[in-house]
């Protein structure tokens, strides 16, 4: 696995922590999302800050996190925005330009639905949700527009964001050219890649490519 600049650890449900060992052992930069923190100690890992208003990490895990070192950065309980939105513009204050998050896209539905809302609404970057289902990279006019996607036969959905997306995908049994991709909508779901190096562009708006399969 290629070294990760910044990973948030979410504090979304998961069912083994072994599966997200390489990639946390494989980040320069962790910033620890509320109850992500138990995540970073049960694999050994200390995060760099921890991040939240702690209604989900242990005591546990905030105690071992402070006698490690890590910066803790309390929140308040009442507030507009959710954690993960705070450390995603923290990871941008630290001048980071891309950023892996783990442990946001499962568990209750609106939290999964705003997880991925804060993708949408996040400042441009090269962002990446990373599951051991699917990964999810964001990509934007404003932003990182353009993702190759390998091999030959892969599951691709694209799901976009409120007011819709115009696409351009090349090497996909469903191709666009400039197509509009509705809003929330089921038109860009299940595609397959039908050339290693399919190409997806966004030429408007914003959308999250789920990419399924090694």
Not at 63 to 82: F, H, N
Request: some cysteine; proline content about 5%; charged content about 20%.
């Amino acid at each position: 696995m290629s070294r990760i600049s910044c990973l948030l650890v979410a504090a979304a449900p998961y069912q083994e922590a072994a599966v997200y060992k390489e990639i946390v052992d494989s980040a320069k930069h962790v910033i620890a999302v509320d109850g992500g923190v138990d995540l970073c100690k049960t694999l050994g890992r200390v995060p760099q800050s921890v991040v939240g208003d702690f209604d989900s990490a242990t005591g546990e895990g905030l105690s071992w996190a402070t006698a490690q070192g890590s910066e803790i950065i309390p929140l308040q309980v009442d507030k507009d925005e959710s954690d993960l939105d705070v450390a995603l513009g923290r990871a941008i204050s630290l001048g980071f330009t891309s950023t892996t998050v783990i442990c946001a896209l499962s568990g209750r539905l609106d939290h999964t639905i705003a997880a991925i809302g804060a993708g949408w609404n996040a400042p441009p970057m090269s962002l990446r949700f990373w599951s051991p289902e699917f990964e999810g990279w964001m990509l934007g006019s404003d932003g990182q527009d353009r993702l190759c996607v390998s091999p030959e036969g892969r599951l691709v959905s694209l799901l976009a964001g409120p007011g819709g997306a115009v696409v351009t995908l090349e090497g996909f049994r469903y191709p666009l050219l400039r197509g509009k991709i509705p809003g929330l909508s089921s038109f860009g779901i299940s595609n397959l890649t039908e050339t290693s190096g399919a190409t997806i562009e966004v030429h408007e708006g914003r959308l999250m490519a789920m990419l399924f399969g090694a």
